[in-house]
């Protein structure tokens, strides 16, 4: 890819993002928009927009920026829960580790890979050089030049190891001060208990009471057995759609909508009254719920959620075998209340071995499957290859614009457009593997799609061509240095081009929020919606840490090798940083709250890249004849493999779990608490099955115009 090509891609994507940016702000501003720009706000009573027409709502302005950065991290916790200040702790550290990578690959790196004549590549007019002229691939074999990337890629993993240390001992220092401060939480007290061995004759129920009654007789506080509800919770998602249709029918004014026929799409059956006809259907759906909830109290399943008195009971009864058989009373660690994941209770140690085998087959044959979109993106990326797929295509191919246009943007376009449909399959097949967490199911569908973000976006395209099947290699470690070494350089034009198209406008789209806008639109065309059926929506972690995190790969792997990657790399956290503030106050609201625990995935994240770095430059070393050079990077890896291990025993059992010193505390503040009696109250029915709440939705006026997030009564 030539030079100009690339700023073709720079100037597409730089007006996609001020494009965005300037409709934001406009669109934000309409009254109209606030569910979608503002629904956070919106659900919490404190949106301003609304009031008379002026012309200010039609001119664009850079306010939101300033509201954005000015809350400080406090703010930020105390709104969005600890899991918001890593996630915006990850743009903090990349941009302080970017920031140093810059100034040593544009300053010092880059002029001595431009003055190289490795290439002899000849080009009148800086415009029209190739972009390989900028990496290390133009640097003279054996110049001594080299020595100048050597020395920055060891003062560069100084430097990043230095600050993942210190991040990670602030964000471990933030959890314990952050457990400290909260209130008392229902899963610091509970434990789930799970392969109960039921007598005849005897209950889950009373089995679990016996056990915990007779074993902990000074701590045990109450339990609550789980039952199959998944019928049931069927009968209620139909009986939520009818109801929402009801209050639909109930705002219109227009009888002609309110007579149509009873038959499928109202096209067939006799002509009824909807509003009657919706309410005697919804009355006997509640008879129907009714009745089956008396009896998914009889259907019990061997699992139980245990509460204790304190959490030092809970943590024992946690870590410590119960039965004498070591798959009966097996125990687990329980989320939160508003954290659990119903589905997969009944499901047995069967169905879940099953289901995580079909889970991870299933995500090596969509790995696999995604070689298809790799392998024509790299086709676009070389117009020599795409000649000879369309011969037909060749003098238009070779017009100026056009080649610049594919070379430089269409690539990065198709490969974000597949890659786009990969995070909710990942979050569906995490759903189905056994997790009893949201949480969990999104941390785990994050590292999935880390792992296949950096097989199929890096690796896949550096391998791309005759590489990808040279499994020999695999078979020799010690070629992998020196494969790496040709591959991941001449690629480095592919990737810079991809972290402006698939960096700087994603992450603009994010503030846009395209598909929101339309779906709002179209539901106030369509259905007449309303802000009462207003849904605040949660961050998806799963997709964004990934990206983020590879994006950070890119930087890191070519550091040394392309620094021309590293200020469009700057550009794409700062802006991340902006917009992601702004989406964390003003649309997003916590879903779960793990207290930190994505941070030891961007921890493990750096250190893979850092090795993969030490890895590349010990073959780059030795292909550039500086097999001295190659040798010393060598300590590099085992040197940094050993600070990763050292930060694991340091920090990693601070998020793994809470220390006896830390919960005795907890519960001896807790004796001095008046409000702890009512919470052991309500922490004997804080982990009931909302399927099994008491439904009301007919027979009450008051209830068909009330808002609907709220449709069945506790």
């Given at each position: 890819?030539?030079?100009?090509?690339?700023?073709?891609?720079?100037?597409?994507?730089?007006?996609?993002?001020?494009?965005?940016?300037?409709?934001?702000?406009?669109?934000?501003?309409?009254?109209?928009?606030?569910?979608?720009?503002?629904?956070?706000?919106?659900?919490?009573?404190?949106?301003?927009?609304?009031?008379?027409?002026?012309?200010?709502?039609?001119?664009?302005?850079?306010?939101?920026?300033?509201?954005?950065?000015?809350?400080?991290?406090?703010?930020?916790?105390?709104?969005?829960?600890?899991?918001?200040?890593?996630?915006?702790?990850?743009?903090?550290?990349?941009?302080?580790?970017?920031?140093?990578?810059?100034?040593?690959?544009?300053?010092?790196?880059?002029?001595?890979?431009?003055?190289?004549?490795?290439?002899?590549?000849?080009?009148?007019?800086?415009?029209?050089?190739?972009?390989?002229?900028?990496?290390?691939?133009?640097?003279?074999?054996?110049?001594?030049?080299?020595?100048?990337?050597?020395?920055?890629?060891?003062?560069?993993?100084?430097?990043?190891?230095?600050?993942?240390?210190?991040?990670?001992?602030?964000?471990?220092?933030?959890?314990?001060?952050?457990?400290?401060?909260?209130?008392?939480?229902?899963?610091?007290?509970?434990?789930?208990?799970?392969?109960?061995?039921?007598?005849?004759?005897?209950?889950?129920?009373?089995?679990?009471?016996?056990?915990?009654?007779?074993?902990?007789?000074?701590?045990?506080?109450?339990?609550?057995?789980?039952?199959?509800?998944?019928?049931?919770?069927?009968?209620?998602?139909?009986?939520?759609?009818?109801?929402?249709?009801?209050?639909?029918?109930?705002?219109?004014?227009?009888?002609?909508?309110?007579?149509?026929?009873?038959?499928?799409?109202?096209?067939?059956?006799?002509?009824?009254?909807?509003?009657?006809?919706?309410?005697?259907?919804?009355?006997?759906?509640?008879?129907?719920?009714?009745?089956?909830?008396?009896?998914?109290?009889?259907?019990?399943?061997?699992?139980?959620?245990?509460?204790?008195?304190?959490?030092?009971?809970?943590?024992?009864?946690?870590?410590?075998?119960q039965g004498t058989k070591p798959t009966e009373w097996v125990t687990e660690r329980a989320p939160d209340p508003k954290d659990v994941y119903w589905p997969f209770f009944s499901a047995s140690f069967i169905k879940r071995w099953i289901c995580s085998l079909v889970?991870?087959?299933?995500?090596?044959?969509?790995?696999?499957?995604?070689?298809?979109?790799?392998?024509?993106?790299?086709?676009?990326?070389?117009?020599?290859?795409?000649?000879?797929?369309?011969?037909?295509?060749?003098?238009?191919?070779?017009?100026?614009?056009?080649?610049?246009?594919?070379?430089?943007?269409?690539?990065?376009?198709?490969?974000?457009?597949?890659?786009?449909?990969?995070?909710?399959?990942?979050?569906?097949?995490?759903?189905?593997?056994?997790?009893?967490?949201?949480?969990?199911?999104?941390?785990?569908?994050?590292?999935?799609?880390?792992?296949?973000?950096?097989?199929?976006?890096?690796?896949?395209?550096?391998?791309?061509?005759?590489?990808?099947?040279?499994?020999?290699?695999?078979?020799?470690?010690?070629?992998?240095?020196?494969?790496?070494?040709?591959?991941?350089?001449?690629?480095?034009?592919?990737?810079?081009?991809?972290?402006?198209?698939?960096?700087?406008?994603?992450?603009?789209?994010?503030?846009?929020?395209?598909?929101?806008?339309?779906?709002?639109?179209?539901?106030?065309?369509?259905?007449?919606?309303?802000?009462?059926?207003?849904?605040?929506?949660?961050?998806?972690?799963?997709?964004?840490?990934?990206?983020?995190?590879?994006?950070?790969?890119?930087?890191?792997?070519?550091?040394?090798?392309?620094?021309?990657?590293?200020?469009?790399?700057?550009?794409?956290?700062?802006?991340?940083?902006?917009?992601?503030?702004?989406?964390?106050?003003?649309?997003?609201?916590?879903?779960?709250?793990?207290?930190?625990?994505?941070?030891?995935?961007?921890?493990?994240?750096?250190?893979?890249?850092?090795?993969?770095?030490?890895?590349?430059?010990?073959?780059i070393f030795g292909l550039k004849k500086v097999p001295l050079a190659s040798s010393f990077v060598l300590p590099l890896p085992v040197l940094t493999l050993i600070f990763n291990s050292y930060c694991h025993r340091r920090f990693l059992p601070i998020f793994k779990?809470?220390?006896?010193?830390?919960?005795?505390?907890?519960?001896?503040?807790?004796?001095?608490?008046?409000?702890?009696?009512?919470?052991?109250?309500?922490?004997?029915?804080?982990?009931?099955?909302?399927?099994?709440?008491?439904?009301?939705?007919?027979?009450?006026?008051?209830?068909?115009?009330?808002?609907?997030?709220?449709?069945?009564?506790?």
């Amino acid at each position: 890819m030539i030079l100009s090509a690339l700023l073709t891609s720079v100037g597409i994507n730089l007006g996609l993002c001020l494009l965005f940016f300037a409709l934001y702000s406009i669109l934000k501003k309409q009254p109209s928009n606030a569910s979608v720009y503002t629904p956070r706000l919106l659900a919490e009573g404190e949106s301003g927009e609304g009031g008379f027409f002026n012309l200010e709502r039609l001119l664009p302005s850079a306010g939101w920026v300033r509201r954005a950065w000015q809350p400080s991290e406090d703010e930020l916790l105390s709104t969005s829960g600890l899991d918001a200040v890593v996630f915006m702790r990850i743009f903090i550290f990349s941009l302080k580790v970017f920031s140093v990578a810059a100034i040593i690959g544009i300053f010092v790196l880059l002029p001595f890979n431009y003055m190289g004549n490795q290439l002899s590549l000849d080009f009148t007019g800086l415009e029209n050089k190739t972009l390989e002229s900028f990496t290390i691939s133009n640097v003279d074999d054996g110049s001594n030049r080299l020595w100048i990337h050597f020395s920055a890629i060891y003062v560069f993993t100084g430097i990043v190891c230095c600050l993942l240390y210190l991040e990670y001992a602030y964000i471990s220092s933030k959890r314990m001060a952050y457990f400290y401060s909260s209130k008392p939480q229902p899963c610091e007290f509970t434990v789930l208990v799970r392969s109960i061995p039921v007598t005849s004759g005897r209950g889950v129920s009373a089995t679990v009471e016996s056990f915990f009654t007779e074993n902990y007789p000074s701590t045990y506080l109450s339990h609550c057995v789980v039952r199959r509800t998944s019928r049931l919770k069927k009968l209620i998602n139909n009986a939520d759609k009818l109801y929402r249709k009801l209050v639909h029918l109930r705002s219109e004014n227009q009888t002609r909508q309110r007579y149509q026929r009873a038959g499928f799409m109202g096209l067939f059956g006799r002509k009824v009254d909807l509003l009657d006809h919706y309410e005697k259907k919804l009355e006997d759906m509640e008879d129907n719920m009714r009745t089956e909830q008396s009896s998914a109290v009889i259907q019990e399943v061997p699992a139980a959620f245990v509460s204790f008195k304190t959490r030092l009971a809970a943590a024992l009864t946690l870590h410590i075998r119960q039965g004498t058989k070591p798959t009966e009373w097996v125990t687990e660690r329980a989320p939160d209340p508003k954290d659990v994941y119903w589905p997969f209770f009944s499901a047995s140690f069967i169905k879940r071995w099953i289901c995580s085998l079909v889970v991870i087959v299933a995500t090596i044959i969509l790995t696999v499957l995604f070689l298809i979109p790799v392998v024509i993106v790299q086709g676009l990326t070389h117009l020599e290859q795409l000649e000879a797929w369309f011969p037909f295509l060749k003098s238009i191919l070779r017009m100026a614009v056009v080649s610049q246009v594919i070379t430089g943007y269409l690539p990065s376009i198709i490969l974000q457009l597949f890659l786009s449909f990969v995070p909710p399959i990942m979050v569906m097949l995490s759903s189905i593997q056994g997790y009893i967490a949201l949480s969990e199911i999104e941390k785990s569908a994050c590292i999935k799609f880390l792992y296949f973000t950096v097989w199929n976006v890096f690796f896949a395209n550096v391998l791309s061509g005759s590489a990808l099947y040279r499994v020999d290699v695999f078979l020799e470690p010690k070629k992998i240095p020196e494969l790496l070494a040709v591959a991941v350089p001449g690629q480095a034009s592919f990737f810079i081009a991809y972290v402006v198209t698939s960096g700087w406008t994603s992450i603009s789209s994010e503030l846009f929020r395209l598909l929101p806008l339309i779906s709002s639109y179209m539901g106030r065309i369509c259905c007449g919606n309303s802000q009462e059926q207003i849904e605040v929506p949660s961050i998806p972690y799963h997709s964004e840490i990934p990206r983020i995190l590879f994006f950070g790969l890119l930087g890191v792997t070519y550091f040394f090798l392309a620094p021309l990657i590293l200020p469009f790399l700057l550009v794409y956290y700062c802006l991340g940083y902006i917009i992601y503030r702004n989406q964390l106050f003003t649309v997003y609201a916590p879903k779960f709250e793990t207290g930190g625990k994505f941070w030891p995935i961007v921890h493990d994240s750096t250190v893979f890249s850092l090795v993969l770095m030490h890895i590349i430059a010990v073959g780059i070393f030795g292909l550039k004849k500086v097999p001295l050079a190659s040798s010393f990077v060598l300590p590099l890896p085992v040197l940094t493999l050993i600070f990763n291990s050292y930060c694991h025993r340091r920090f990693l059992p601070i998020f793994k779990a809470y220390s006896a010193e830390s919960l005795i505390k907890k519960d001896r503040d807790d004796e001095n608490d008046p409000a702890i009696s009512r919470f052991y109250e309500e922490l004997a029915t804080a982990y009931q099955d909302p399927a099994l709440m008491p439904v009301r939705y007919s027979g009450n006026d008051e209830r068909i115009t009330s808002p609907l997030l709220h449709p069945r009564e506790p």
